[in-house]
């Protein structure tokens, strides 16, 4: 008897101990806190011609006084100057306004961020090597609030552009030998494409210290060649007699690429002079 009576104010009691947390939790306040949250450098890659990246500005705090806060950006050159100094990165140079713009720089958070739009324009084949850094602070807050010291400021790394085939792939298909036996096969879930140039990426190869190249060319038509390997490693890339290869695939703006499949017909010699022939796909992948 005594066991159902505590199990029966227990019953009653938790209800009751809810009520008073929910009402004691309505009842804090922690200071508002205006931050970005991916501060320091971030490497962005441009892609050429134009393209866009965001940036993050959260608001953090429990039952705010604030329904809503107006934060003010800046292009924070003298931050920059001071970050280069401490850092001694001599070779970091603010990126000049021909190549970008930020179109709103007045940003209105009522929840618990807001997405900002930074747009890159006229990046051509001659941004390459350029480390130059577009330093974003947040300047101020209204009405006041809090902004973390040391996440007040994002630095935008640019040291090269990237074309519009720079991504992920998945690759699959088999390698041929002369006897037409399959002897193993291009199977790669997580394979990086990296720009080279308007037209070219650069993606590992079948074989140890091959680094397949890919031009696409009038949008379409796909030369797969190499790069020079080290001493040795010869594979003397081309495209398979007789085959196509070919890119098919469109532009998708949220992701800033295209997406699509490389098609891929080629051939390469291994040691001994023995010829491998190579069917593949090379599918955009997240």
């Not at 920059?80 to 401490?86: F, K, S, T």
């Not at 709103?104 to 747009?119: F, P, W």
């Not at 650069?202 to 390997?229: C, H, W």
Request: aromatic residues 12%.
């Amino acid at each position: 008897m005594m066991t159902k009576y505590k199990f029966l104010i227990i019953a009653v009691l938790i209800p009751v101990l809810m009520a008073s947390c929910d009402k004691g939790i309505e009842n804090v306040a922690y200071d508002s806190t205006v931050y970005i949250p991916s501060n320091g450098i971030r490497e962005v890659a441009p892609l050429l011609g134009e393209s866009t990246c965001q940036i993050g500005i959260y608001w953090a705090g429990v039952n705010p006084k604030e329904s809503g806060i107006t934060v003010y950006l800046k292009v924070d050159a003298d931050t920059l100057e001071r970050y280069v100094a401490v850092n001694r990165q001599s070779n970091f140079k603010l990126l000049p306004e021909k190549y970008y713009d930020i179109p709103e720089t007045t940003v209105n958070i009522s929840g618990e961020r807001s997405l900002v739009d930074i747009r890159f324009k006229n990046i051509d084949d001659t941004f390459v090597g350029m480390d130059y850094i577009l330093p974003i602070s947040i300047e101020s807050v209204s009405p006041l609030v809090n902004v973390h010291p040391e996440k007040k400021t994002i630095f935008l790394h640019l040291p090269r552009f990237r074309n519009q085939y720079e991504g992920r792939y998945k690759s699959s298909g088999p390698i041929v030998s002369d006897d037409s036996e399959i002897v193993s096969r291009v199977d790669k879930e997580n394979a990086d494409a990296i720009t080279v140039n308007a037209n070219t990426i650069m993606v590992e190869g079948p074989e140890k210290e091959m680094r397949l190249l890919f031009t696409v060319k009038n949008d379409r038509t796909v030369v797969v060649s190499a790069l020079p390997g080290p001493e040795g490693f010869n594979f003397q890339v081309q495209n398979m007699d007789g085959y196509v290869s070919e890119f098919t695939g469109t532009f998708d703006n949220n992701l800033q690429r295209v997406w699509g499949v490389f098609d891929v017909w080629y051939q390469y010699v291994i040691a001994g002079g023995f010829n491998m022939y190579v069917h593949a796909e090379f599918r955009s992948w997240h």
